[in-house]
């Protein structure tokens, strides 16, 4: 069963921009794929049973070794694919917790680093979504809520809001 056919028709994935003290901001080189030998932000899909706050978590752990802390909700880049699949990323801020076990999964990139944002801008392969961030030139995000509960009837195990 190819990817496409596990995803359906809709797609959940995340990414996360995370920045070092210094200002720099990890990126990786994937393997395969539309971004294949560009750099671009960690990303992956939103996995049964996780926030799509913990995937993103979960998925700069896997491809970096970084773990990270969310420090907000960026913004959400949506697009249909051939007229029929939904693809949606929802991006975050993310804070590291541990830079030093800085690490790349070997069979789904290239390289992983930390690479200042003016440097990335003269890069010939960052992808269009990271060369967007750079020029924006400061990228808000919104804080998360946590522990809210909107009421037993739904049966949430999670809940959370980003305003």
């Known amino acids: ?19 070092s003290a210094d200002g720099k901001w990890l990126v990786v ?50 697009g249909v694919i051939e007229e029929e699949i939904s ?9 590291p917790q541990d830079i030093g076990q800085l690490k790349h999964q070997e069979n789904e990139l290239f390289e992983a680093k930390f690479i200042a944002p003016e440097v990335l801008l003269h890069e010939k392969n960052a992808s269009i979504l990271l060369r967007y961030l750079i020029e924006q030139n400061h990228v808000s995000s919104l804080p998360g809520i946590d522990g809210l509960n909107p009421g037993d009837q739904f049966g949430y195990t999670a809940y959370k809001l980003f305003f």
């Open 29 to 78: 080189k994937k393997r395969y794929g539309g971004l294949k030998g560009q750099w671009s932000l960690p990303a992956g899909f939103v996995e049964t049973g996780e926030t799509a706050d913990e995937a993103v978590i979960r998925e700069v752990k896997e491809e970096t070794g970084i773990t990270c802390a969310v420090k907000g909700l960026i913004g959400l880049r949506t």
């Open 1 to 19: 069963m190819s990817n496409r056919e596990k995803r359906g028709k809709v797609w959940l994935a995340v990414s996360g921009l995370v920045k």
């Open 87 to 95: 693809d949606n990323l929802i991006l975050f801020l993310l804070e």
